[in-house]
């Protein structure tokens, strides 16, 4: 059971090149997230999708967009990457209703843009 | 979503136990409070969740007053693997709805000596 798998582990940009950030859940979970997470800070919240077909802004869209593909996969894509948006990337999935047990997180993409 | 407070760091030695109180003052009726561990270059890890009183697992004890206006996660006994960031989350987790998305704040630094 792999649970949260992102892919790549690692890219390296150049300013100005698009890239897409994959993650994929094998938990059946409606709900997943995607992060940011800067050098000695707390994750913050891209966008979030609460079910299939649907996508929701969180604390820090610009820049980015996202696409529920299926249940199982949102990915993450940087159009025009910035240095500005060097960091490391989580995805996330969880289950709604009553006690969800928390989300799930994959083991993170890190990003340098150059 | 609710708010949260937390201290930024905290100290401890092995074999203590360890209390971090995390503040939601603007909590809702259906929100559930819920913590997460993460240990440098990994996604945060789901510990515990609870909506009142008290919830113990293996691995801690989560104690709500009944005003559940704060949250303290309690961990017993704790060693040098227990240094990491810890978060507390607010939100709500309804079937059938928006689940909302998961905010963290900056968390709680938690630095165990020897």
């Known amino acids: 059971n792999a649970g949260v798998t992102q892919t790549p582990k690692f890219q390296v940009l150049k300013t100005g090149q698009s890239m897409t950030l994959q993650c994929a859940q094998d938990?059946?979970?409606?709900?997943m997230y995607w992060y940011r997470q800067d050098p000695g800070m707390g994750l913050r919240l891209i966008y979030y999708?609460?079910?299939?077909?649907?996508?929701d802004k969180g604390e820090v869209p610009n820049g980015y967009n996202v696409s529920r593909l299926n249940k199982r996969e949102f990915s993450l894509r940087l159009e025009s990457a910035a240095p500005s948006q060097t960091s490391v990337y989580f995805c996330a999935s969880s289950e709604v209703g009553g006690a969800s047990g928390g989300a799930f997180f994959g083991q993170g993409t890190r990003l340098t843009v150059v | 979503l609710a708010k949260t407070t937390q201290p930024i760091s905290m100290d401890s030695y092995e074999g203590q136990e360890v209390n971090i109180t995390c503040s939601h003052n603007n909590i809702a009726t259906n929100d559930y409070i819920t913590w997460y561990q993460q240990f440098p270059s990994q996604g945060p890890r789901f510990i515990i969740q609870?909506?009142?009183t008290k919830v113990t697992n293996e691995v801690a004890s989560l104690f709500i007053p009944a005003d559940r206006k704060s949250s303290t996660l309690s961990l017993p006994r704790v060693s040098l693997s227990d240094t990491a960031v810890y978060y507390c989350l607010v939100g709500a987790m309804n079937y059938g709805g928006s689940q909302g998305n998961l905010i963290f704040g900056k968390g709680t630094k938690l630095s165990v000596k020897p």
């Open positions: 609870g909506y009142k």
């Open positions: 999708s609460a079910s299939e077909g649907t996508t």
């Open positions: 938990m059946n979970h409606n709900s």
